[in-house]
């Protein structure tokens, strides 16, 4: 089942028409996924951030890990050199939603005219919007850069965290900026090709708004499928499913800790030089983090 719209000659009515998947990627699709990108309400269900809302889950965690002692000083009797860490933890709300809908799309059955069900909406639209999303069609999806923002479109932050070598003689720190494109390079018309709904003794054009009610159900349809429009942070993708890294690979990087000898003795030195985290220095981690978006 589609949804209808209004077929033009120009500027006056022709007649009615089903959707194609195509004319519904455009204003439809586009309200939704903008009303899902820019809402910066408590819940935000489906969406990600750095730092636990309230009730969302974790979807991973970077763990910096840092020297503690101060650079070109000798380090007697310890081999790995003092060192500590910071967490910071992504979530995703996964915890569904309460729809709200008083305008409905309107499809064609036979030669009778219906609202959208919920069921509807998830199978017919839903689902096609979510597949549009993961493949990078619309907006909503999040990369993590050390560098500016990603090209195409905008992109607003979500937040920041840090990778420091060390927290005593300065070290170097990189900040890793998590992104969320909001808008497209090129949106559609605001008059392309909008779903009808019904009113008293007709049918008229959905608003933004009216649209808009909608977009609940896109974001439980993420959250109760648990598969397209699932979000991971970790070294490798996951084993169940097909997964697109999302922006850069965060580097964990610390100060290099070598053996010297001097005062008559062997001591272990924290250099100037810099080197990513591994088992053999003494600070056991992945070293390296990605964001993953699944797409099927």
Do not use: C, H
Not at 19 to 42: H, P
Not at 118 to 123: G, P, V
Not at 154 to 171: E, H, I, M, P
Not at 189 to 206: A, I
């Amino acid at each position: 089942m589609r949804p209808l719209r209004i077929r033009y000659a120009g500027a006056n009515f022709q007649d009615l028409i089903e959707m194609t998947d195509a004319e519904m990627k455009t204003i439809f699709a586009y309200t939704i996924l903008v009303d899902f990108a820019t809402d910066v309400s408590t819940n935000r269900q489906g969406t990600v951030a750095i730092g636990n809302p309230g009730g969302w889950t974790s979807i991973g965690a970077f763990v910096d890990k840092y020297r503690t002692e101060a650079v070109n000083s000798p380090v007697a009797a310890n081999a790995t050199g003092a060192n500590s860490t910071a967490t910071t933890t992504l979530y995703q709300n996964l915890v569904t939603g309460t729809v709200s809908i008083t305008n409905r799309a309107v499809g064609l059955s036979g030669t009778d005219i219906y609202e959208f069900t919920d069921a509807q909406y998830n199978t017919d639209i839903m689902d096609l919007f979510i597949t549009d999303y993961v493949a990078q069609n619309q907006v909503g999806q999040y990369q993590i850069k050390s560098s500016g923002a990603p090209a195409g479109g905008t992109w607003t932050s979500r937040g920041t965290f840090t990778d420091t070598t060390d927290s005593v003689s300065g070290g170097t720190t990189t900040t890793y900026t998590l992104w969320q494109k909001t808008a497209l390079a090129s949106p559609p018309s605001s008059t392309d090709n909008r779903p009808l709904k019904y009113v008293t003794g007709g049918l008229q054009e959905m608003t933004d708004a009216e649209i808009k009610q909608s977009t609940m159900l896109f974001r439980n349809r993420i959250i109760n499928t648990a598969t397209k429009g699932m979000w991971k942070l970790q070294n490798a993708a996951p084993g169940t499913g097909t997964w697109v890294q999302m922006g850069d690979t965060i580097q964990d990087s610390i100060q290099q800790n070598v053996q010297v000898f001097t005062n008559g003795g062997w001591y272990w030195n924290i250099t100037t030089a810099i080197i990513t985290t591994t088992a053999a220095d003494g600070v056991a981690t992945t070293g390296t983090y990605k964001l993953w978006l699944r797409t099927v």
